[in-house]
């Protein structure tokens, strides 16, 4: 066999490969699975996001209960250093709390709904803003703040300045209502 026979079925045996592939992508497209832009590349980061959120306020291998006014929730240390240099700080920097037979620690000056809030972002990286009370959005704030969520800051304030600029413009429609009504009487 000549050298371009050769190449030539090299190349007929590499497109049949391919084919098989993007037969497999498209049959994976109907089963609910993410599919990948190219060949070699997996991406399953939403499942990961999930097993995570499964992990949250679960008692099964926590390793450290943190105490929020009365409330208690459970937590991974290790978690909670990866996703934030306050906890890294707090859990791993030779603070008392750091100690490892230090199983509670109690967080201060902190409201509980907001801190589930925060906690859960801290397990899955998603928040649903729309169903939360501003002010809890706005404890929320102070503690993705202090902890150095730098990114859910950014995306939270863009979110209440919205909410609060439309809230303000309705205001502002109301009493030009009520003006012109008072100017009609």
Known sequence: MSTWQQHALSNTTVNNQ?????????????????ILDSLGEINHISSLSEDFGNLFNQSDYSDIELVVQT???????????????????????????????????EIKECKAAAFKILLLYTYTGRINLIKEKEDILLDLLGLVHQYGFQQLETSLSVYLKSILSLKNHNLLIIMQMILLKQMNF
């Open 71 to 105: 409330e208690r929730f459970y937590a991974h240390r290790v978690i909670l250093a990866a996703r934030s240099e306050y906890f890294r700080a707090l859990l791993y920097g030779g603070l008392r709390e750091s100690q490892h037979n230090n199983h509670s620690i």
């Open 18 to 34: 391919n084919q098989l592939v993007n037969n497999h992508i498209t049959n994976v497209r109907s089963n609910s699975v993410e």
